[in-house]
């Protein structure tokens, strides 16, 4: 078997080895620094969450108004609304999600 012998590098050579090399060693290090910056940001946003919520199934019955029609419901942050049609005006009710307790009550009237 014959085997091949690499010629020795000149000096410019050697120096673009060792420069492409200090490169790659900058390149690397960088990558290595942002993939612990993310696995900081993730860990740090999974053990500071103020808790979350339970998952207890609540059942509450929200009475409303004779002739009262559901519009429209929507999740608004915490809370969920509620558009109602009573007679003709336009009523929006407000719960917190968590605990469907009632937050507000706002409610449309014409001006004449």
Known sequence: MTETVAPEPT???????ARVRRMMLIAGLTTALAVCAVLIAIGYRLF???????TVTAEVTAALPKGARVVSTAVAGERLV?????????????????TLKPTGRLTFVNVP
């Open 11 to 17: 000096p410019e050579q050697a120096a673009l080895f």
């Open 48 to 54: 500071r969450a103020e808790g979350s919520a339970p």
């Open 82 to 98: 509620v558009t109602l049609d009573v007679g003709g005006a336009v009523e929006i009710r407000t719960f917190d999600a968590r």
